[in-house]
C-alpha cells in the first residue's frame, strides 16, 4: 500500500521530469509561483491515492499548458482553460474528465484564497469602500527606503546587497536582477561619472524579464553602480566586457537563497518590528519594487516613464498611484498635523 511519503516522492520526481521534458525550470518566476501554489494545493491531502492522482493531473499535465497562457493561475477563465481538454488528447475521456475536475478545484482553491487575502487587507481608517489592499501593499505603508537600505547593507554578501538596490533602486523583479548577466550591462560617461544601464532579456526556463514584453533597458541607481564595481574588484574582473564573463550572472544565487536571507536580515535590523506578524509573513523581496515605484510616484516621476521602466499594466500602475497618495497623506499628517495635535494636547494639560 502506497504511503504519503511515498506519494510526495512520486511527486517529486514526476515534477522534476516533467521541467527537463519541457524545458522548464524553477529558477524561472513564472514556473515557480505556480509550483509553490500547487504544492499548496496538495498539501490539504492527507491520503497517499487523492496526492498521487491530483499531482499527477497538476504537474504532469496542467503545469506545462498553464506556462503557455499569460495570466496569472488565480486570473484564468473558463475560455482559457476550455483547450486544455484537447491539450491531454493522450488520455482517454474518463481520464480527461478526471483532470478537468481536479483543475477546476484547484483553481477554485486559488480564487477563494486570493478574494480572501484581498478582503483581509481593508484599510478601515481611510473609510474608502474601494480601498482594498494586500498585506504586501499595507507594507508599503510602514516601510520606507531607509529601512529597505539597512536590510541592503546588513546582506551577507555584495551580490545579495547588490540584488536588493537593483529592486529597491531601479524596479527590477527578484528573477530580474537574479538573471543579471555581466553582458547585460552598458557602460557611459555622463558628466564625468559612470552611468551604467541594464538591458533586461527573457531567457525561458532561467532567471530574467517576464515574457518578451518584459524585456527593457532600465538605469541603475549610484549605489547599485558602486556595488557592481566593488563586486568586479573583488573577483578581479577588469570590465564588464571580457568575453570569458559576458554570459556569467552577477549574482550567483537562487531566488529561495536570497529570499532566506531577505527574511533573516529583515529581522536583524529590526524592520521586521514594524509589521504585524501576518505581515511579516508577507514580507519578501518583490516588496523593493513596489516601494521603488510608490517613491518613485512620491518624487514626480512621470507615470508613463515609471510604467515603461517598469513594465507594468495600468492597473497595477494605478494600485501604485494610490499607495503613493495614501503614503503622502500619512507623512503630511505626521509632518503637519501630528505637531499641532500635540501642542493642542500640551495647552489644554495646562
Known sequence: ?????????????????????????????????????????????????????????????????????????????????????????????????????????????????????????????????????????????????????????NMPTLEHALAVELMAGSGMRPAEALGLRWGNLIWEKRDGVDFVKAELKHRPGEYGAKGKYGERVVPLSPTAVSL???????????????????????????????????????????????????????LRPHICRHLFAVEALKSGMDIATLKEMMKISMKTLETYIRLAGVAVADEYFEKVWKPWVEKKKAVVAT
Open 1 to 153: 500500500m502506497t504511503t504519503l511519503a511515498e506519494a510526495k516522492e512520486f511527486a517529486t520526481a514526476l515534477l522534476k521530469k516533467t521541467l527537463a521534458e519541457h524545458g522548464l525550470s524553477l529558477k524561472d518566476g513564472k514556473v515557480y509561483d505556480m509550483v509553490v501554489a500547487m504544492k499548496g494545493f496538495l498539501e490539504r491531502y492527507d491520503e497517499p491515492n487523492t496526492y498521487r492522482s491530483y499531482a499527477t493531473d497538476l504537474v504532469k499535465y496542467f503545469l506545462p499548458y498553464a506556462y503557455t497562457l499569460d495570466k496569472p493561475l488565480a486570473d484564468l477563465e473558463e475560455e482559457d482553460i476550455a483547450p486544455f481538454w484537447d491539450y491531454m488528447g493522450e488520455l482517454s475521456r474518463n481520464s480527461r474528465v478526471r483532470a478537468m475536475k481536479s483543475i477546476m478545484a484547484f483553481l477554485n482553491l486559488l480564487r477563494r484564497r486570493e478574494k480572501k487575502r484581498q478582503l483581509s487587507g481593508k484599510l478601515v481608517r481611510y473609510e474608502n469602500p474601494d480601498a482594498v489592499l494586500s498585506f504586501e501593499q499595507k507594507i508599503l505603508l510602514k516601510l520606507t527606503r531607509e529601512d529597505i537600505n539597512a536590510v541592503r547593507d
Open 228 to 282: 557592481v564595481k566593488r563586486i568586479m574588484f573583488e573577483n578581479g574582473i577588469d570590465n564588464s566586457y571580457e568575453e570569458t564573463i559576458l554570459e556569467k550572472n552577477i549574482i550567483p544565487y537562487d531566488h529561495t537563497w536570497l529570499y532566506k536571507e531577505f527574511k533573516r536580515t529583515s529581522k536583524l535590523v529590526g524592520v521586521d518590528k514594524k509589521l504585524t506578524e501576518d505581515e511579516r509573513n508577507n
